[in-house]
């Protein structure tokens, strides 16, 4: 009975969720493997973000001399990349799934739509809203950190990794950057989840219960400048641009497609491209739960993992319960 799924979802994966091998008892050599290969492998969010990296370094990143001064022209081309970039992910994921519904409801999380209005909503509608934060604030922002790392990189401020020096880690790096985010994430989406700050802050993400591309990057400014800040790490680890650029592209752009409201994109019968994350969809619906990823325990060591079962239905509901009584 605890391995049956949950009532009230259009899709369930299969459950209990798992977090990663790397941290289940006794070790597991080739599922820690495949885990690594097929978040990877052969096609993958992250080996597109890495592609879509290079591209922009090569074709649409100013040269580092020019950053090493504050200019609006280099700036003003890196803002619109990066409303480029958002547009085609979150915009192009929103027209294929919800504009002309070409999955319909397969591997749909959640049966309702989209809201479209809402007084909740700063202009009324959750698209129009979802858009509004995601340009006006988040790519902003967004841009904001890669002009502040490419200029601390082009005046000597932040450490450069160049590929002839350190291949090995130049490679290894793309790897552990995502490992660094799930790090990161959990601990300042608890901290986002403090009364006050989810009150003043938190609470415009969580206005989407039902989440769709545009609400991954729908964002408080203060939430945005906090979310963002895991680049700042590379003041002390040192980066390559091409790192900086995967970094902040991982970071806001995946941000898209892990709140599509799909586990993935189907393209003759069978899941081509994983997606959207039952394990946060739960987080926008039960709220306590579920504020790291599967990357790392920290939710199942802190007791906040749900892991999509009804007997953790219970125990989360339970601990709302509690912080409810407790505020």
């Known amino acids: 009975m605890s391995d ?3 009532k009230g979802w259009n899709h369930v994966p299969d459950v209990p969720l798992q977090v990663s091998p790397v941290f289940q008892w006794p070790p597991q050599p080739l599922r820690i493997l495949h885990w690594f290969w097929s978040s990877w492998f052969f096609i993958s969010e992250r080996l597109i ?4 990296a290079c591209i922009s370094f090569f074709w649409f990143q100013p040269p580092l001399a020019e950053t090493q001064t504050f200019a609006f022209g280099w ?13 085609l992910v979150a915009g192009g994921l929103h027209l294929y799934f919800y504009t002309f519904t070409k999955q319909g409801q397969t591997l749909k999380y959640d049966p309702r739509p989209l809201m479209k209005n809402g007084r909740q909503f700063t202009l009324g ?3 129009r809203d979802n858009m509004f934060w995601t340009i006006a604030s988040g790519v902003t922002v967004w841009t904001a950190y890669e002009v502040l790392m490419f200029w601390a990189l082009a005046n000597g401020h932040a450490p450069m990794l160049m590929w002839a020096a350190h291949p090995l880690w130049f490679v290894a790096l793309f790897l552990l950057i995502p490992i660094w ?3 990161y994430f959990y ?3 608890r901290f986002l989840h403090i009364p006050f700050l989810y009150k003043h802050v938190h609470a415009l993400h969580h206005r989407n219960i039902n989440v769709g591309p545009w609400s991954g990057m729908a964002m408080h400014p203060v939430e945005h400048l906090i979310f963002l800040g895991s680049v700042l790490i590379h003041f002390i680890i040192a980066a390559h641009p091409i790192h900086i650029l995967f970094h902040l592209q991982y970071y806001a752009l995946t941000a898209a497609t892990t709140h ?3 586990e993935g994109m189907v393209i003759k019968d069978k899941n081509r491209l994983k997606l959207g994350t039952f394990h946060h969809q739960m987080h926008h619906r039960y709220f306590e739960c579920n504020y790291g990823s599967l990357e790392l325990p920290w939710d199942k060591w802190f007791g906040s993992f749900h892991d999509g079962t009804p007997k953790a239905d219970a125990r989360i509901r339970e601990r709302r319960k509690r912080f409810t009584n407790r505020a």
């Open 75 to 87: 700036i003003a081309e890196m803002f619109i990349r990066n409303v480029a970039l958002m547009t």
């Open 260 to 262: 599509t409201g799909f």
């Open 49 to 52: 973000i890495v592609a879509i």
């Open 181 to 183: 985010e799930s790090f």
């Open 4 to 6: 049956a799924p949950l």
């Open 187 to 189: 601990w300042i989406h």
């Open 125 to 127: 509608g959750q698209i």
